[in-house]
C-alpha cells in the first residue's frame, strides 16, 4: 500500500517531466540531425563549428551572460544583505518579487519610453545640460534591462542562504576578535556562496538564450544565439539548424550547473 501511494504521488511529477522536459529535448535533439530536404545529416553540427559567424554568436552569448550576471551579483549581494538586516524585511523582499509579477514584454516597451528621445532619461540629460544621447539599441541599454529584469533571481537564493546562515557563527567570529569586514569575508560570504552559486544558475542560464531583448532594446545591433534559434525557426524555417544550436545551449547550461553546483551543506560550518 505504501509503495502504491508513493507511485501515485509521482506518477503526475512523472508525467510533467516526461511531457514537458524529457520530450521537448528528445524533439530538439532528434529535429538537430535534419537538414532542409528532412534528410537526416551530421551538416548541422559540422557547420556550426565551422562558422566563424556562430562562434561569434556563441562568444557574445557567453560574454554578455556573464556580464549581465556579474553586475546582477554586485547589485545583489549588498540588496540581499541590507534586507535581511531590515526590521519588516519580508515586506521589502515582497517589493523585490513584484516587478517578476509583470510580463516581461511590458517592461521592455517601459524602457524603450524610457530610453528613446523623448523618454525620462534624455529629459533628465536635457536638465543637467548634458544633452540628448542615443540610449536605446545599443549594448548598453541591453545589458541595463537585463540586469533589470535578472535582479530578482539572484536575490532571492542569496536572501535564502543568508536567513539559513547559522547566527551562531558570526557572533563566533566577532567574539574571537575579528572586525566586521573580517567576519563577512571569512565567515558569512564563503557560508552563503551556495545561495550565490544558485543565482548564477538562475541568471547566467537564461541569460544565454535571450532574445526578445535583443530585439526590443538591443535593436539587433546584439546577437547572440537565442537570436539565431528565433531567426532559423520563424524566418528561414530551418528548424535542423535552429535545434542545433538550441543543443548547444543545453549542453552549454548542463556544464554551467556542473560548475555552479553545490555540494556542502547551506550554512554549515566553514572548513
Known sequence: MTKRKTWLYFLPYGLWLALFVIAPVALIVYQSFFNLDHQVTLDNYANYFRSGVYLKMTLNSVWYAFLITLFTGLISYPTAYVLHQLKHRQFWLLLVILPTWINILLKAYAFIGIFSQA?????????????????LFTNASFIFVATYIQIPFMILPIYNALDDLNPAYVNASLDLGANRWQT???????????????????????????????????????????????EHFLTTMNWGMGSTIGVVLIVAMIIVMQLTNDHEPRGGAPR
Open 119 to 135: 523618454g525620462v532619461a534624455n529629459d533628465f540629460l536635457r536638465f543637467i545640460g548634458v544633452g540628448p544621447q542615443q540610449l
Open 184 to 230: 563577512f569575508r571569512r565567515v558569512i560570504f564563503p557560508l552563503t556562496l551556495p545561495g550565490v552559486k544558485a543565482g548564477v544558475q538562475a541568471v547566467f542560464i537564461p541569460s544565454l538564450s535571450l532574445f526578445m531583448l535583443t530585439r526590443l532594446i538591443g535593436g539587433n545591433k546584439v546577437i547572440t544565439l537565442g537570436t539565431a534559434i528565433e
